[in-house]
């Protein structure tokens, strides 16, 4: 499986960003899929996940009622829609698949820059 993760960039704080993550080589629709981040310093973190056809989704703590993820298996692509913006949410993003549903994210996009401004 390869991912591509897209969308990054720079905001200002109370701004939002649409990440996107193509996937190729497997069926799409088989996959769980993940995003997660990590900030300078820090260690990576879970952000988010959806099942295989969408119809569940986990947010972490930190960003819930912000963030959105959401997944169009007939482009083989899973989003983030990031709104209202903080500086903590500055991170590199990167999105990940689960093939078994077990948790383990065993393919991992190359990740994509998000840096929130105050």
């Known amino acids: 499986v390869q991912l591509q993760a897209s969308g990054g960039g720079l905001v200002q704080a109370g701004g939002s960003l649409r990440l996107s993550c193509a996937a190729s080589?497997?069926?799409?629709?088989?996959?769980?899929m993940g995003w997660f981040r990590q900030a300078p310093g820090k260690e990576r973190e879970f952000v988010a996940n959806i099942r295989r056809t969408g119809g569940y989704t986990n947010y972490a703590d930190s960003i819930k009622d912000r963030f959105t993820i959401s997944r169009d298996n007939s482009k083989n692509t899973v989003y983030l829609q990031m709104d209202n913006l903080k500086p903590e949410d500055t991170a590199v993003y990167f999105c990940a698949a689960d093939p078994k549903g077990d948790g383990e994210y065993d393919y991992w996009g190359q990740g994509t820059h998000v840096t929130v401004s105050s």
């Open positions: 080589g497997r069926t799409f629709s088989s996959l769980f």
